[in-house]
């Protein structure tokens, strides 16, 4: 059997109701030479029927049947499997836009030696293409892209919408024991090796939004999955070795989201997170001299009663500030 050039992943569960018009957008494509790995997650409707009554139509179609194991664990199941030299994936409610899609940005590789990652624009149900910045441009470092990813938007957070080598995806696997955040764990692992990034102006991935999501109901668990990676993502940073005014943005990232489920949820586990968090603040001296503002009120209260206590101070902000100005 021949070794195709792209490996197409994708996890099904329970989307019997959107998996024909997701695989006929990708047997549609102009781009012929892939294999499309199909990992039914011990779906309990008719999913996995749907899976094994299109493989045996087209040969390009291999499907993995297993017991119910999450959205990690499938694909990194099509992923232990894969044969292409390059690897994408499609969650199995979404489809690609265009019958070119996948043509289009596969060129790009042979245009632009060099590119690892080739991302592609993203449609939502109502037809309306996302705005997206940096069209036809390269992100050619670690920092960049956690840069792009967070605090501009230019880059995708999600497993989807993006072309990848397979020789620079490597070993990377996205983490079966998180809920949530597994992606952005996963591609954080893929920024770390620093990829020459290429964001195309060409191709759609359509991107439908249900309410029935894993962020549709927070747990506890969740609320510590996507702790676990704002801190990571902090680290990273840190890592990288970049001056204070450079890291202080994912500072206040990860302490928004451990304040939010510090209130939303007692349950929650913050010990760890305010333990490192405590151990890697910023010089509050240098940025008390370059922040104005509210920003310096903050940095100023987080400096004087410190961390933990902060957390409290965070969802009843504005009536600190009241009570400062009134004295």
Known sequence: ??????????????????????????????????????????????SGAICDDYARRDSRIRV??????????????????????????????????????????MQIFCTKPGV?????????DNGQIQPQKGLNTFIKSTYELIQASQLNGTVYTMPWGRIIKRSIWGEIRFPVEMEVCEDLWALLDLFKKSPQYYISATGIYHYRQRVCSAWSKMSSKKWEDRLSAVIKQYGIICELGKNEL???????????????????????????????????????????????????????????????????VHKYFKLLLLSVLKR
């Open 246 to 312: 450079q890291t202080l943005p994912y500072y206040f990232v990860a302490l928004k989201y451990l304040s939010i489920a510090y209130f939303e949820d007692k349950n929650v586990n913050t010990k760890p997170f305010v333990k490192y968090l405590s151990s890697h603040e910023p010089s509050w001296r240098l940025l008390l001299m370059i922040r104005r503002g509210q920003d310096k009120l903050k940095l100023y209260v987080i400096k004087s009663i410190g961390l933990r206590c902060y957390l409290w």
């Open 64 to 105: 993995i049947h297993q017991v119910n194991a999450g959205v990690s664990a499938a694909r990194n199941a099509g992923l232990d499997v894969a044969r292409g030299a390059f690897i994408t994936f499609v969650d199995s409610d979404d489809m690609l836009g265009t019958p070119t899609t996948l043509e289009e940005n």
């Open 116 to 124: 690892d990652v080739v991302q592609f624009p993203h449609q939502l």
């Open 1 to 46: 059997m021949a070794v195709p050039e792209l490996s197409i992943i994708v996890p099904v569960y329970k989307v019997e109701d959107y998996l024909s018009a997701c695989i006929d957008s990708i047997l549609s494509q102009t781009f012929t030479d892939f294999e499309l790995i199909l990992v039914d997650d011990g779906s309990p409707d008719c």
